[in-house]
């Protein structure tokens, strides 16, 4: 029940990314970051939906740690968009709580998948 809710969570996620990525090549023609950002924010529900079928629990944890991985490095793309002026704090707040609350309930999913094998 907790993975559909996050991966519903990251799936809302990367439709935010995608449509705000497609708003800054257009009106600010800026494809570097942005294409950095779109890779790895809709990689993290990827991963998410990706470990539903995980062959065994070291599978299911090695999917969820991947999709940590994209997490951090979306909430790294975000900021540097915000401090070079791509994104406004109005817009990079959300995006910012949202990937926070995605990364928190990865990281407490893996410790109970880790904390399950012991």
């Not at 935010?16 to 494809?31: D, F, M, P």
């Not at 999917?63 to 704090?89: F, H, P, V």
Request: glycine share 4%; proline share 1%; charged share 25%.
């Amino acid at each position: 029940m907790a993975e559909s809710i996050m991966l519903e969570k990251a799936k809302d996620f990367a439709v935010k990314i995608v449509n705000l990525c497609k708003t800054i090549k257009s009106s600010q023609k800026e494809s570097v970051l942005t294409n950095q950002l779109l890779r790895s924010g809709t990689s993290i529900g990827a991963n998410i939906h990706e470990s539903k079928y995980a062959q065994s629990t070291a599978d299911f944890i090695s999917k969820m740690q991947i999709a940590l991985k994209e997490c951090y490095e979306s909430e790294y793309w975000l900021e540097l968009l915000n401090r070079t002026g791509y994104i406004s704090d109005e817009k990079y707040k959300p995006l910012q709580n949202s990937c926070g609350s995605i990364r928190r309930m990865l990281i407490s999913s893996i410790t109970t998948a880790k904390e399950s094998i012991k």
